[in-house]
T-cell receptor
Framework: SQQGEEDPQALSIQEGENATMNCSYK?????LQWYRQNSGRGLVHLIL?????REKHSGRLRVTLDTSKKSSSLLITASRAADTASYFC???????????FGRGTSLIVHP | EAGVAQSPRYKIIEKRQSVAFWCNPI?????LYWYQQILGQGPKLLIQ????????DSQLPKDRFSAERLKGVDSTLKIQPAKLEDSAVYLC????????????FGEGSRLTVL
């Protein structure tokens, strides 16, 4: 099964800065999703982008999808200390629609 | 709306013992997933149910892991006998159906095998 892979593995920034995380996948997808996981907690769905979409926004989040490069990026603008968490991309492909997760990016936002 | 409930939150056992985890999905959600998350890694699918039927259990180590979803609602995941490498967080998730995409996760059950 294919798996999205995030880059970088870890990111440390100051409050107010933007954070960009990238995700690559291997074959054609139905959709790609981003999730956040605070330490010791479950995952929370952030945003879903379909294969025929190129960009989506949700509050301070902006997700782009480039199917020609098999990659997606998550941009968090004006980051806050509360954004400190791990961020995972998950792709679905073929007929299963089962989200397959990458290893995640650990984001630390310093106050 | 109540979220996905899981129990226990923490469990410590010795290798070769057995353990069971319980999950109650969001009401009305037909699809239920069990994922295993080892420290520092992303969640890995163990099994997917649609109502009370298994859709995908290709990555479930069937010699020691079993799962069921009776009546298409609650689900239990059992490990017997446990190995050291089973130490992980077991995450249950549900979705309205297989195709809507968004998964709702519980807080997870953290297993430590000594």
């Amino acid at each position: 099964s294919q798996q999205g892979e995030e880059d970088p593995q870890a990111l440390s920034i100051q409050e107010g800065e933007n954070a960009t995380m990238n995700c690559s996948y291997k074959t054609s997808i139905n959709n790609l999703q981003w999730y956040r996981q605070n330490s010791g907690r479950g995952l929370v769905h952030l945003i879903l982008i379909r294969s025929n979409e190129r960009e989506k926004h949700s509050g301070r989040l902006r997700v782009t999808l480039d199917t020609s490069k098999k990659s997606s990026s998550l941009l968090i603008t004006a980051s806050r200390a509360a954004d400190t968490a791990s961020y995972f991309c998950a792709d679905t492909s073929g007929g299963s629609y089962i989200p397959t997760f990458g290893r995640g990016t650990s984001l630390i936002v310093h106050p | 709306e109540a979220g996905v409930a899981q129990s226990p939150r923490y469990k410590i056992i010795e290798k070769r013992q057995s353990v069971a985890f319980w999950c109650n999905p969001i009401s009305g959600h037909a699809t239920l997933y069990w994922y295993q998350q080892i420290l520092g890694q992303g969640p890995k699918l163990l099994i997917q149910f649609q109502n009370n039927g298994v859709v995908d259990d290709s990555q479930l180590p069937k010699d020691r892991f079993s799962a069921e979803r009776l009546k298409g609602v609650d689900s239990t995941l059992k490990i017997q006998p446990a190995k050291l490498e089973d130490s992980a967080v077991y995450l249950c998730a549900s979705s309205f159906d297989r195709y809507t995409g968004e998964l709702f996760f519980g807080e997870g059950s953290r297993l430590t095998v000594l």
